[in-house]
């Protein structure tokens, strides 16, 4: 636990040196970027490090089953994001679509590539579930 205190800690150190630096030039923009930087420099590498550790699992099967498919999918859907864009005529009509569109096809190609039948089960009971929680 101290280890991912003090890489938290480097990772609060990191975002606000950089958004001192950043925010003078590219104002709001400047700043979520630094706390981007941040958290690629000290969070993406350490915490699935830490996590793997805790959990007695090997780094490669986290980066491998976890990480890489969420992110090929993640980047199809901004390619496929990029190409639609352009044919929506007004900004508030992409507005409207273009996030729930994505929403949506990364939950379905989620469901049917990445989920274990397991995952898939929990998220077919979840309406089911939901509806109990909601009964009074």
């Known amino acids: 636990q101290s280890t991912y205190a003090w890489w938290t800690l480097g990772n609060a150190i990191v975002t606000i040196a950089l958004s001192f ?15 981007l930087l941040g958290d690629v420099v000290c969070a993406l590498w350490v915490v699935p490090r830490l996590a793997c550790r805790f ?13 890489l498919p969420g992110l090929a ?3 199809v859907l901004v390619g496929v994001s990029a190409w639609l864009a ?3 005529d007004s900004p508030t ?15 379905l190609v989620s469901y049917g590539f990445w989920m274990t039948s397991d995952e898939r089960r929990l998220v077919r009971s979840f309406p089911r579930r939901l509806r109990v929680m909601m009964m009074p």
Not at 21 to 32: F, S, Y
Request: glycine content about 12%; proline content about 8%.
């Open 73 to 75: 999918i993640g980047g």
């Open 21 to 35: 630096l950043l925010a003078p030039r590219w104002g709001a923009a400047g700043v979520a970027a630094a706390g």
């Open 93 to 107: 009509l992409r507005l409207l679509s273009l996030p729930p569109l994505i929403v949506v096809a990364y939950a």
């Open 55 to 67: 959990l007695g699992e090997a780094q490669s099967a986290f980066w491998t089953s976890i990480l």
């Open 86 to 88: 352009p044919l929506l």
